[in-house]
T-cell receptor, first 113, second 111 residues
Framework: KAGVTQTPRYLIKTRGQQVTLSCSPI?????VSWYQQTPGQGLQFLFE???????NKGNFPGRFSGRQFSNSRSEMNVSTLELGDSALYLC????????????FGQGTRLTVV | GQQLNQSPQSMFIQEGEDVSMNCTSS?????WLWYKQDPGEGPVLLIA?????ELTSNGRLTAQFGITRKDSFLNISASIPSDVGIYFC???????????FGEGTQLTVNP
């Protein structure tokens, strides 16, 4: 059974650009959550999608957005990139939004220059 | 938002030693999870705890769900070099579905 797949693994972007990251959850899982991980801040919750609807949202500016498709794959988009957006972006899948056990992908390492 | 206090932030130990780390919360949690993250990888779930007082083992790892439901600890016995990584606790409050993560414990094991 395939795990959570995130693409791309690495990305370098310039300030002001936008970026789209992709996450394919474990087969049969319908909940996808996104996290930002930086050395000083740990894992910060961005948002969660379930059945194509955003169910939870963290405290990030509107430049961070996401969506989920009917096959449960999810994308997150960051517009007008800032240097501080450089981080490891992780997605985690759960079978249902109420499930506890979340399984992570390998992450996308975004560097903004 | 909710914060978990995880300690210690880092540990440097010799191979063969036992390790203990813990997380505390100001809120009551109904679930505690422990993850390990290797460099450049995503966190991997080690142990899940669902009941206050529950003690669960996974090989050399043992975790407990505190009686007050506001804390949890993870023990690693007889550490080996491949135990190196960052260990995260995560909890879920009774009122929501979102997981809150601790800031991690960086473990270094010297051979």
């Amino acid at each position: 059974k395939a795990g959570v797949t995130q693409t791309p693994r690495y990305l370098i972007k310039t300030r002001g650009q936008q970026v789209t990251l992709s996450c394919s959850p474990i087969s049969g899982h319908r909940s996808v959550s996104w996290y930002q991980q930086t050395p000083g801040q740990g894992l910060q919750f961005l948002f969660e999608y379930f059945s194509e609807t955003q169910r939870n949202k963290g405290n990030f500016p509107g430049r961070f957005s996401g969506r989920q498709f009917s096959n449960s794959r999810s994308e997150m988009n960051v517009s007008t990139l800032e240097l501080g957006d450089s981080a490891l972006y992780l997605c985690a899948s759960r079978r249902e939004t109420g499930d506890t056990e979340a399984f992570f992908g390998q992450g996308t390492r975004l560097t903004v220059v | 938002g909710q914060q978990l206090n995880q300690s210690p932030q880092s540990m440097f130990i010799q191979e063969g030693e036992d390790v203990s780390m813990n997380c505390t919360s100001s809120s009551i949690f109904n679930t505690w999870l422990w993850y390990k993250q290797d460099p450049g990888e995503g966190p991997v779930l080690l142990i899940a705890l669902y009941k206050a007082g529950e003690l669960t083992s996974n090989g050399r790892l043992t975790a407990q769900f505190g009686i007050t439901r506001k804390d949890s600890f993870l023990n690693i016995s007889a550490s080996i070099p491949s135990d190196v990584g960052i260990y995260f606790c995560a909890g879920r409050e009774t009122s929501g579905s979102r997981l809150t993560f601790g800031e991690g414990t960086q473990l270094t094991v010297n051979p």
